[in-house]
Nanobody, 115 residues
Framework: QVQLVESGGGLVKAGGSLRLSCLARSVFTHNTLGWYRQAPEKQRELVATMTTDGDTKYADSVKGRFTISRDNAKKTVYLQMNSLRPADTAVYYC??????????WGQGLQVTVSS
């Protein structure tokens, strides 16, 4: 029933930028939305999350380069990714959970950063 509709992935050169978007359908009003990523042969890791009230968490590796934001009325979360590096190459997954629902995942977006 929950749907996380992602957009904005692609191929960019090192130093470039991308903006990811995720529309969260059929979710509770108060929630946590954000992004995880998984590179080949590596574990999935938190990139950034943000609560309805504005509390944020970032991976140390992306602080100062990535910015998470959200539009609560649209139930959409964004990830602005600047100064991209080849190490950022991964499948990026939109993530949702609330106090009353377990976590849900989007289908994943490929982000590839060339050297």
């Amino acid at each position: 029933q929950v749907q996380l509709v992602e957009s904005g992935g692609g191929l960019v050169k090192a130093g470039g930028s991308l903006r990811l978007s995720c529309l969260a359908r059929s979710v509770f009003t108060h929630n946590t939305l954000g992004w995880y990523r998984q590179a080949p042969e590596k574990q999935r890791e938190l990139v950034a999350t943000m609560t309805t009230d504005g509390d944020t968490k970032y991976a140390d590796s992306v602080k100062g380069r990535f910015t998470i934001s959200r539009d609560n009325a649209k139930k959409t979360v964004y990830l602005q990714m600047n100064s991209l590096r080849p190490a950022d190459t991964a499948v990026y997954y939109c993530y949702y959970h609330s106090r009353f629902e377990h976590g849900f995942w989007g289908q994943g977006l490929q982000v590839t950063v060339s050297s």
